[in-house]
Antibody, heavy 120, light 111 residues
């Protein structure tokens, strides 16, 4: 079965940096696009970033463009999110999610999430 | 403000049917058959219930169905059960610039 396990969430100061990881198993990781999404406390879901199966294309939400970088290591079945210049409004549970066969459709499996708190 | 509009709450009694609407525009819901619906319990990860407007993934109860008319997509839950008490989110592909947008979520309460 598909398993996605995020890690790296912690408390970080404003303007700080953090890298999240997502270990994938139960499917051929190198064959699927992947997403990062987030959910601020008590709020709704927000798409953050996307990467194609081979890393050839990357897309970002306007709210994180220029500050966050998505990447993947297909040899290690691991997805990453490098987060720089963090702001208090980036505080959220961050989910990694697997893209379906139709890549323009939103994710079909989500991890349990990792909490990032940006606060001084 | 979310790009897609959902009612904040919908309620129903066990056995009844309810419908959650997801209203977008001709740029998102109206342009693509790429609307997905997610169920989320408090503190848990979202679960895909419907993809591509009306496709139900393996393992999802056939009490859940999706449809679309113009710029509005809908999720119908028939034979409402206590376990359906959760938050529901819709999502649509938009374009090569905005990519994906979500609705604000709907709290379903089983009375």
């Amino acid at each position: 079965q598909v398993q996605l396990v995020e890690s790296g969430g912690t408390v970080v100061q404003p303007r700080g940096s953090l890298r999240l990881s997502c270990a994938a198993s139960g499917f051929i990781f190198s064959g699927y696009a992947m997403h990062w999404l987030r959910q601020a406390p008590g709020k709704g879901l927000e798409w953050v970033a996307f990467i194609r199966f081979d890393g050839s294309d990357k897309y970002y939400a306007d709210s994180v463009k220029g500050r966050f970088t998505i990447s993947r290591d297909n040899s290690e079945s691991t997805l990453y999110l490098q987060m720089n210049s963090l702001r208090p409004e980036d505080t959220a549970v961050y989910y990694c999610a697997k893209g379906p066969s139709v890549w323009t459709s939103m994710a079909d499996y989500w991890g349990q999430g990792t909490l990032v708190t940006v606060s001084s | 403000q979310s790009a897609l509009t959902q009612p904040a709450s919908v309620s129903g009694s066990p056995g009844q049917s309810i419908t959650i609407s997801c209203t977008g525009s001709s740029s998102d819901v109206g342009s693509w058959n790429l609307v997905s619906w997610y169920q989320q319990y408090p503190g848990k990860a979202p679960k895909l219930m419907i993809s591509e407007v009306s496709k139900r993934p393996s393992g999802v109860s056939n009490r859940f169905s999706g449809s679309k008319s113009g710029n509005t997509a809908s999720l119908t839950i028939s034979g409402l059960q206590a376990e359906d008490d959760a938050d529901y989110y819709c999502c649509s592909y938009v374009d090569s610039s905005t990519h994906w947008v979500f609705g604000g979520g709907t709290k379903v309460t089983v009375l």
